[in-house]
C-alpha cells in the first residue's frame, strides 16, 4: 500500500519459479484491465506443449473487507505470520483493484500440507473490486476461494484444476453469477463444484 500495478491489456506474464506469487497486498491495487480481444494471461514459463499444473503459484488478492474471524483480520493460510499475508478489516466497500479479462493457468504449488496457492485467491477484498471475465485452467487446487470479504464476481470459468472450482470460507457474503466449470474425474483430490465453509475452524462465527 498504496502501490497500484498496472497491466496493460494483451500482456502475457510468465511465472518465474514454482513459487513465483503475485500478491496483492492490503490497502494496494491491481489493475489487470484487459479486453475480449486482447486478455490479460498469467502463464507457466515452460515451453508450450510441457506446461503443467504447480509451475508456477499465481495470483492473490488481499483487502480489507470484514471476515467472521475473531479481530477482524488473519493471516492467509499456510503463510508466515507477517504483515504482508494479513487480510480483512472493516471497509465493505474496500477496493484491490480491477481483474477482468484475465487466464490464470498451470499454476498451484504447494505452500504446506493440504494447503496451495488457488487459481484466484482473494482474501477479505471489498465490493469496490472488479471481478468479470475470469479463466482459470490447471490449476493444483481451488480454481477460485473467497476468503471472507464482500467482493461480487461475474463471468467465471475454470476447467481441469485439481481441487474445487469455486471455494468460499472465513464468512464471504459476496455475489457470484455465471459460473462456468469442467472437472476431470481422473485426479486424485476432492474436485467438488462447490465448497463452502463457514469456517476453516469449525466455528459458529456469523456470517
Same mark, same amino acid.
Given at each position: 500500500?498504496?502501490?497500484?500495478?498496472?497491466?496493460?491489456?494483451?500482456?502475457?506474464?510468465?511465472?518465474?519459479?514454482?513459487?513465483?506469487?503475485?500478491?496483492?497486498?492490503?490497502?494496494?491495487?491491481?489493475?489487470?484491465?484487459?479486453?475480449?480481444?486482447?486478455?490479460?494471461?498469467?502463464?507457466?514459463?515452460?515451453?508450450?506443449?510441457?506446461?503443467?499444473?504447480?509451475?508456477?503459484?499465481? !495470483?492473490?488478492?488481499?483487502?480489507?473487507?470484514?471476515?467472521?474471524?475473531?479481530?477482524?483480520?488473519?493471516?492467509?493460510?499456510? !503463510?508466515?505470520?507477517?504483515?504482508?499475508?494479513?487480510?480483512?478489516?472493516?471497509?465493505?466497500?474496500?477496493?484491490?483493484?480491477?481483474?477482468?479479462?484475465?487466464?490464470?493457468?498451470?499454476?498451484?504449488?504447494?505452500?504446506?500440507?493440504?494447503?496451495?496457492?488457488?487459481?484466484?485467491?482473494?482474501?477479505?477484498?471489498?465490493?469496490?473490486?472488479?471481478?468479470?471475465?475470469?479463466?482459470?485452467?490447471?490449476?493444483?487446487?481451488?480454481?477460485?476461494?473467497?476468503?471472507?470479504?464482500?467482493?461480487?464476481?461475474?463471468?467465471?470459468?475454470?476447467?481441469?484444476?485439481?481441487?474445487?472450482?469455486?471455494?468460499?470460507?472465513?464468512?464471504?457474503?459476496?455475489?457470484?453469477?455465471?459460473?462456468?466449470?469442467?472437472?476431470?474425474?481422473?485426479?486424485?483430490?476432492?474436485?467438488?463444484?462447490?465448497?463452502?465453509?463457514?469456517?476453516?475452524?469449525?466455528?459458529?462465527?456469523?456470517?
Amino acid at each position: 500500500a498504496p502501490a497500484v500495478l498496472t497491466i496493460e491489456p494483451g500482456t502475457v506474464i510468465y511465472g518465474g519459479t514454482t513459487r513465483a506469487t503475485l500478491f496483492i497486498q492490503r490497502g494496494a491495487k491491481i489493475m489487470a484491465d484487459g479486453t475480449s480481444r486482447r486478455p490479460i494471461v498469467f502463464t507457466s514459463a515452460q515451453r508450450v506443449g510441457s506446461r503443467a499444473q504447480q509451475d508456477w503459484g499465481s !495470483l492473490v488478492l488481499l483487502g480489507a473487507a470484514p471476515l467472521n474471524v475473531t479481530g477482524g483480520s488473519a493471516i492467509l493460510e499456510g !503463510l508466515p505470520s507477517e504483515p504482508a499475508y494479513t487480510y480483512g478489516g472493516t471497509n465493505a466497500a474496500d477496493s484491490s483493484g480491477i481483474v477482468r479479462y484475465v487466464r490464470l493457468e498451470f499454476g498451484g504449488f504447494p505452500i504446506a500440507t493440504n494447503q496451495e496457492i488457488n487459481g484466484l485467491t482473494l482474501g477479505g477484498c471489498g465490493t469496490g473490486t472488479v471481478l468479470d471475465y475470469i479463466e482459470v485452467l490447471h490449476n493444483k487446487d481451488d480454481a477460485f476461494e473467497f476468503f471472507g470479504g464482500t467482493v461480487n464476481a461475474k463471468h467465471l470459468v475454470c476447467a481441469f484444476n485439481q481441487d474445487d472450482a469455486f471455494d468460499w470460507d472465513n464468512g464471504f457474503s459476496g455475489k457470484l453469477q455465471f459460473l462456468a466449470l469442467v472437472q476431470d474425474p481422473l485426479f486424485e483430490d476432492d474436485t467438488n463444484g462447490f465448497e463452502g465453509d463457514n469456517d476453516a475452524n469449525g466455528s459458529a462465527n456469523a456470517p
